[in-house]
């Protein structure tokens, strides 16, 4: 198959991109705006495949996309690409509308259009797989309540509402329009590849570099911490055997609070890293908390077991082994971060553009 990804330069997608070309024989085009977030050196190990394409498209830009469409005529879509960290959603949310909203409507309409002019097993087989989050459904009240697929829609943020939003707009598209989609919607993702101002990865750094580490409210907000590798093979998973107009839920089932997390995080530097910065007696002492973000959700948690049921994935690892991992990474790869932090990864993208 071809496989075309959008947002395939960011965390989540390059682990997409990585998983196909890695452990399928099947073809990737990623098409990436190449914002902040994006990095194409998060692809370096599959980017020399004969397998593996490049465009660098804004998903808003519906002519671009249409001339995608028509020259790499794709199998299945994958689309991950959207604003996605709640902070900036805050401060500055007519990114997230743009992106999230009306990049998807554009990509449903490109792809809806394409769609219409295939025939037999090729249109039969075309897939529109829209990958979501499950902070569309809000806050959860109970301490054993669980996120199913059937869970109503409560989003808290601007970054929340513009993906239920486009998760609305997708399903809309199937029943309106007969376009062939699939909706997942995962918990939060951590591993190798993280941009730093997500939580796992700004502790291990600000850690390392003896500075503090800023943790919102008490620290008691919980999520189920998902090892980013396992979300990928459960979309590949998704986009090639789940059925037309389902939802999947994809959780790690790790429910954490983030002081717990954090906490994590400081022992497996205690024993990883034993020389610490200067003035740092125990990495656990950088620990600061600071005042809650407006609308912070106390708890998610995710129900996986259709999943598991119906397509047979659930996940491999562990929090402890997925986090011991993850820190061992950032260890190994200082090069990647360090450029992601002086930002002189980017200077690649200003010539693409």
């Known amino acids: 198959m071809k496989i075309l990804v959008t947002g395939g330069a960011g ?27 994006g990095n194409l050196e998060s692809l370096s190990l599959v980017s020399d495949s004969e397998r593996y394409a490049f465009e660098q498209v804004d998903i808003c830009d519906r002519a671009e996309l249409d001339r ?17 960290h709640v902070d ?16 998807t409507y554009a990509l449903l309409e490109a792809a809806r259009q394409y769609w219409n002019t295939l025939d037999g097993d090729k249109k039969a ?21 669980l996120f199913t697929e059937e869970t109503s829609y409560e989003p808290s943020s601007p970054y929340s509402a513009s993906k239920a939003s486009s998760d609305h707009l997708v399903r809309a598209w199937l029943r309106t329009y007969g376009l062939p989609t699939i909706v997942t919607n995962c918990s939060n993702n951590y591993g190798p590849y993280h941009f730093p101002e997500k939580l796992i990865p700004l502790m291990i750094l600000n850690a390392l570099d003896g500075k503090a580490l800023p943790v919102y409210g008490d620290g008691m907000q919980i999520r189920d911490w998902l090892f980013v590798e396992d979300h990928a ?11 037309i107009g389902e939802t999947y839920n994809i959780g790690g089932h790790n429910e954490k609070a983030n002081i717990e997390v954090v906490k994590t995080i400081c022992a497996l530097l205690e024993e990883l890293v034993p020389n610490k910065p200067e003035g740092v007696a125990q990495y656990q002492d950088l620990i600061t908390y600071v005042k809650d973000r407006p609308g912070h959700d106390v708890r998610y ?18 929090f402890e082994s997925g986090i011991r991992k993850t820190v061992m990474w ?19 993208r200003l010539g693409n553009n």
Do not use: C
């Not at 900036?88 to 990049?103: Q, V, W, Y």
């Open 125 to 145: 087989g075309f897939r529109f797989h829209h990958i979501s989050t499950d902070e569309v459904y809000g806050d959860l009240e109970g301490t054993t309540d």
């Open 301 to 318: 948690a995710i129900d996986a077991s259709k999943i598991e049921r119906e397509l047979g994935w659930k996940p491999e690892e562990t």
């Open 233 to 243: 093979r459960a979309l590949y998973k998704v986009a090639t055997e789940g059925e």
């Open 88 to 103: 900036r959603s805050i401060d500055g949310p007519a990114a997230f509308i743009e992106t999230n909203i009306i990049g």
């Open 330 to 348: 950032y260890l190994d790869n200082k090069a990647w971060w360090s450029r992601v932090l002086d930002g002189s990864y980017s200077l690649e």
């Open 68 to 84: 995608v469409f028509a020259t790499h005529k794709p199998d299945v879509v994958m689309h991950l690409a959207a604003e996605s």
């Open 11 to 37: 965390f989540i997608g390059s682990a997409v991109v990585r998983h196909i070309i890695e452990n399928t024989q099947d073809n990737v085009v990623n098409l990436d705006k190449l914002t902040y977030a």
